[in-house]
């Protein structure tokens, strides 16, 4: 339960946060169970963020519709309230799942939404994938690409054609981060052609912002952030992702018979050891993202540096 005490620090680090964006802060005032702060946007206008203290927690509301001033607010008081945040303006999101996973592909998924769209979802309870289970992941996922297909956009990199993108990158010198700035960009550049009216996009924090924006002609502005995921259409992403790594998982267990764990812990060594028995380790690139150093440990050193790895 947060404490008076919790909220009073609470709000003295959103003031803080806000001199440091340079918001002008004019005054405040008290409200039954909050506070009101005043403040002043590039083109005079009286900006009013009402904070309150309930059993819930802290919650705000915002009055403000002009993105140059409530995008910056919005974000400040989401980081203080743990809660998603909106964007007005017409804008994309992006996200990734099977980056850390050995088994599967590396998908990386965008979603269009503005204001409008962002209340909806937001009272639906999309959030980030990590803080869903995979029931609700799945059903999530339907809900948005049966109603929103058209805002929807995913790309599934499968092993063989990750590991042949990774080696290729890997022999010019460039790390992971080349693919997946690659296949971010491809994502936000499809949702364009889609929606010419996106003018933002925003992403988890994996590169900088440059890589990016050599990849993408006619956006505005791109922001590459930290937890990006309290952003809606972040959130929307990282679901339509998740879903369509899972659906790689079940899939292909149910094929061969054998359940693909997720992750690359001891079960997934376990799995990889039995799949090299059953198809032979000339296969395992269908399968696995065989840079990961659970293809050592599995081959026990002496496969590591078959030329095959690194094609």
């Known amino acids: 339960m947060i404490t008076e005490k919790m909220f009073a620090d609470k709000v003295a ?19 039954p169970y909050g506070i009101q702060i005043l403040t002043e946007s590039e083109e005079y206008e009286l900006v009013k963020v009402n904070l309150y203290l309930s059993k ?13 001033i409530s995008d910056k607010i919005n974000e400040i008081l989401s980081d203080i309230t743990n809660q998603m945040v909106k964007v007005e303006e017409c804008y ?18 965008a979603f269009i939404s503005d204001g409008k769209l962002d209340d909806y979802l937001l009272k639906q309870g999309i ?20 109603q929103y297909a058209q805002y929807c956009t995913i790309l599934s990199i499968e092993p063989r054609k990750y590991n042949e993108l990774h080696g290729k990158y890997m022999l010019e010198g460039k790390t992971l981060n080349a693919l997946l700035t690659f296949a971010h960009s491809r994502v936000i550049t499809i949702s ?55 659906e790689w998982i079940e899939k292909t267990s149910n094929e ?13 060594k376990f799995v990889a050891s039995t799949l090299i ?6 296969n395992l690139i269908q399968y696995a993202k065989i840079h990961f150093k659970t293809t050592n440990e599995i081959m026990k050193g002496y496969y590591a540096n078959e030329k095959y790895l690194y094609l």
């Open 256 to 268: 061969l018979g054998l359940m693909f764990p997720k992750g690359c812990g001891n079960d997934v």
């Open 192 to 246: 364009k052609e889609k929606e010419p009216q996106i003018q933002l996009a925003i992403t988890d924090q994996f590169a900088e912002e440059k890589m990016i924006r050599k990849e993408i002609n006619g956006t505005k502005e791109v922001r590459i952030l930290p937890k990006a995921e309290k952003y809606v259409a972040v959130a929307a992403a990282s679901i339509l992702a998740r879903y369509t790594y899972l």
């Open 56 to 68: 819930k927690g802290i919650s705000y509301v915002l009055s403000t519709k002009k993105a140059s």
């Open 277 to 282: 028995t059953k198809i032979g380790k000339e």
């Open 127 to 146: 959030r980030d994938c990590k803080k869903l289970s995979d029931e609700m992941v799945r059903k999530y996922a339907k809900l948005l690409l049966s």
């Open 92 to 109: 994309v999101g992006t996200d990734e799942s099977g980056k850390g996973d050995y088994f599967g592909p590396l998908v990386v998924a």
């Open 13 to 31: 680090e959103c003031k803080r946060r806000m001199e440091m964006e340079k918001i002008a802060i004019i005054g405040e005032k008290k409200l």
